[in-house]
């Protein structure tokens, strides 16, 4: 690593001087007539134009290169895309389609409604609003575009970090086509994907694609024979392209995804058998032996017991399950039932009005469902010690009106825009203790609408100026439907407190504990909560071309992600009302610059920024119940590199890199009681991220072409959580993942064999740790071991 890092530095420290420097950007395709370096179209500005005359720092990707690189879902992008990190899972959901996203440390790690992700995830234009269901397939994709920096003038509110572009692919009336592909694997795997292109005539066409993917888990729960981190999934998409007029077009899209699978592949990282929940559990057991307790714990002697306080001044014995008695990576010893059952679906409608050769009316029009119903064993023993379930019904609309100008012979390009978002629904989690349980969650009804301006002007030939403004105005509602179940799901033999439960904010927060609270007794008042925040936010960026190819570029951009409420409480507050956090905001300061080189065959894009992180939210445990605080402030440099060599039409080589420095300015005093301090890592916030893969194509004979691939993906260090729990610490890591493609002469058929993570390597995915509050649990996601693929497909 130490060659790339000086050569990054180089570059960066060239780019400070005022020479060189740049934003990330990336590649093309190949077919079996060898490779060549594309001019790649993207709409990181809402219209379409060359990737590298777009003044903004952007990897993306097409259908064909994902394959080839064995990219097949979103939280893979991570992969190849420099400063992104997407985790497959946010485990306190209990779901594998409930992904965290951040990018060049912005992000959010919560997964409730109440909570806004801090990267945008868009499909054909339309925002998703909630993380689950943000882990998707690729079924029928024609570009993937990864946008760095804040993208709020153009994208909105909570594309603090960045925003993902997912575009699917278009029917066409050119022609009947489509495909079949089916593909096997170890862990039994079977992913069968069939597309269709079909002609209505002349205007009219439509398309659609079915996925159906199957796979065992990797996890092996022993007491009860589960395997969790399988797959189980099906997808269907489906658009309509018609040419109303020849100034008019429609484009719907719909789709569905169904998931039913035993959720993420957690597994314990230790109880901490000091703490409340930890000694209570481990004293439920009667002894060790009664739960035929898995060799690989290595532990014997009596349960922690009585419970802290009640005994005489001495240590309490080690329990059956304490900090270092776990089960490894891909064991688990949870009893409590689990599962993920996600349904996502939806549509859109596209109308586009070319009203004159200067100006199109562009109008998005979406209605989206989303409903999760999932059960997880937190503690992961048999232990009663954290368990919860969530059900969460989503509903959200949107609306999108845009005026697209193109004046003065091309001189100004202007777009001006109104957008308004809705969102309502569910979300109620069951939460079992060993003191009882207790019902968590509410409902909730968002609004948001925005109007919005970003123009372009073309000085000069070679000299671009750009500026755009958004105002944002939000309303967040909430009404808490929390209630004390006591001993209702356990049992009183189950329950420290019998028939009643602690009232947790009292006996942790306050000198003399408040009464506590009855089973069916409400924890928060049952009254809608609103809480408003407005925001105008600024972007400008000067592009200069030295020459056709070669573009450089400063950007400065503002970003703002909404406030809203705490769902998670544990007791009464004083209020009886659910607390509330602000809204964090981002200025970055960006300079880079896209170039290509000798004929067209070298492409480097290099991209340094600055971001200002004010007001920052972070998940921390107030006492075993996750809340959101504004933390403070934080300082974040870094940079990205890309290349991409086609040094002959049978080889390609592509390169990237990215580097973040961050560190805290300032903390708040909630922060800091919660254990965060200045010294501590932003979470999901490596130092560096690489890539590196080299492809050759070759001919043989009648028979076609065979590209074998390899690439390396290198990770470095990371914490998974504010608090920095050592459990949940990510390792550096590297990835070694090996490909052979075979195309036939004809392109009819194609045949692709693979091993992902040739070298076995084991890491750390994602985590959630209550290890140091009455809680006592922490949960580790870890990846799965090596695997091999083999797919063929017809195109017909």
Known sequence: MKTIRDLFVSAVLALAAGTLTAPAVQAQGADSGGFVLEDIIVTARKREESLQETPVAVSAFDDRELRFRQIRSTDQLADITPNLTFDEASPSSGSSSAGQIFIRGVGQTDFTPVTDPGVGLYVDGVYMARSPGNVMDFVDVERVEVLRGPQGTLFGRNTIGGAILIHTRRPTTDDLYGSVEAEVGDDDLLNVTTKVNYPLGDDLAVNGAFDYIKRDGYVDRRNDGVDTGDRDRYAFRGSALWNVYDTLDAYLTLDFTKVN??????????????????????????????????????????????????????????????????????????????????????????????????????????????????????????????????????????????????????????????????????????????????????????????????????????????????????????????????????????????????NFVGFYLQPAPLPPLAAGDRILTFRESQESYDETTFMGDIAYNFTDDVMVYFRYAEGYKSGGFDQRFAGQTPSGLPSSYDPETTDSYEIGLKSEWFDNTLRVNLAAFHTDYDDLQIIVRETFNPITFNAGEADIDGGELEVTWVPTDALLITASVGYIDAEYDSISSAAQASGVSESNDLVNTPEWSSAVGAAYTFGIGRYGTLTPRVDWIYQDEQYNDAVNTPQLKQDDYNLVNVAVVWDSPDQNWEGRVGVRNATDEEYLITGNSAFTTSASYVEQVYNRPREWWAALKWNF
């Open 261 to 502: 699978e035993n959720g993420p592949p957690t597994v314990s990282g230790g109880v901490n058998d000091a703490q409340a929940f930890g000694t209570f559990g481990n004293g439920l057991l009667t002894s060790c032996d009664e739960i035929n307790i898995n060799p690989d714990f290595g532990v014997a002697g009596p349960p922690s017991f009585p419970p802290p306080g009640t005994g005489a001044g001495t240590p309490t014995p080690a329990g059956c399950f304490g900090p270092t008695n776990t089960a490894g990576e891909f064991k688990s010893e949870g009893t409590y039932p689990v599962k993920s059952e996600v349904k996502t679906y939806g549509g859109a409608l596209e109308l586009e009005w070319t009203v004159t050769d200067w100006m199109t009316v562009k109008s998005i029009t979406s209605y989206r469902e989303m409903n999760m119903d999932t059960s997880r064993d937190g503690d992961n023993t048999p232990a009663n010690i954290f368990a919860t379930k969530d059900d969460f019904d989503h509903e959200q609309t949107s609306q999108e009106l845009q005026l697209i100008n193109t004046l003065f012979d091309g001189k100004v390009q202007s777009l001006i825009g109104a957008y308004y978002f809705q969102e309502d629904g569910d979300n109620i989690n069951p939460v079992t203790l060993p003191v009882g349980a207790l019902r968590s969650g509410g409902s909730y009804d968002n609004e948001s609408w925005a109007g919005f301006f970003q123009g372009t002007w073309n000085a000069l030939d070679n000299l671009a100026l750009t500026f755009g403004v958004r105002y944002t105005d939000d309303t967040k509602r909430y009404t808490p439907d929390q209630i004390a179940l006591g001993d209702a799901s356990q049992g009183p033999e189950q329950n420290f407190f019998g028939p009643t439960w602690p």
